[in-house]
């Protein structure tokens, strides 16, 4: 049964991986995993644990493969519904955030410091929201190479993406946006060039690693910061990923999608141990 979970997460998480916002960190607060996943990815608990991550590994990895097509063909055409959904995917999962964070009235006291943490986060994704995170108002790296970015870039553009695939609300997807390389991962996903994906996946096994240290530390010394500065990138990033208001019955559906995904989130970041 803990066999199927997991393989059953990893589809779920290879899903979600490449949207904006959503990857990464925020699937694991989704299901109140966060704090296991940090301090348990340790070469120690791989190798007890390794059939269980190597399930987890395959579903992820079929996720991302599998769903890729259905997953293009309900952005090409249902754009707006499927953003909502995303939207409020990261929405519910904000309260559970709140109450492990600093700024949680019940179990501490505001303080000047943590009130900038939570603020200079969410101006952060801000800045993002507004700029527009658009592969096209982004990847000029890509545009600078018909065959898209040199893969010494991508291997270095993945270490910093899957630092900040770690840090929900931030996500690998958002920076590769940023960095110029989100739409070269996502042709090297739907034409399988496997030469790129090893790039990708060598840049990122060394930020995880990196990355994964890093967090652990601060969420030991300064959990309720830590905290804070992820409810900011949480908040921020529900703009990030906000398509804006349309008129009609596809309007009508994204926030009715939008509304049922807030639940649905809520329920499960909530329920789960």
Known sequence: MKSLKMTILGIAYGVTSPVPGFDGGTFFILFNVYEGFIHGAKVKNIKKKWPVLLLFLIGAIAGLLGISNLMA????HHEIIMYFS???LILGCTPLIYKKSALNLRTH????KNAIIFVVSLILMLILAFRGTAPEEY???YLLYETGP???????????????????GVGGAILMLVLGTYSAY???LANFNVVVLLAFAAGMSCGLTLGIRTVRKTLVTYPGELYCAILGFTLGSVLVVFPGFTTGLEGILAIAFGIGFTFLAYFISTRST
């Open 73 to 76: 063909y309900l952005l090409n």
């Open 86 to 88: 995303f939207a409020g």
């Open 109 to 112: 006291q505001i303080t000047l």
């Open 139 to 141: 990847d000029y790296i």
């Open 150 to 168: 040199p893969l010494i870039w991508i291997f270095f553009a993945s270490i910093i993406s899957s630092i900040g695939m770690l840090i929900p």
């Open 186 to 188: 996502i042709d090297a």
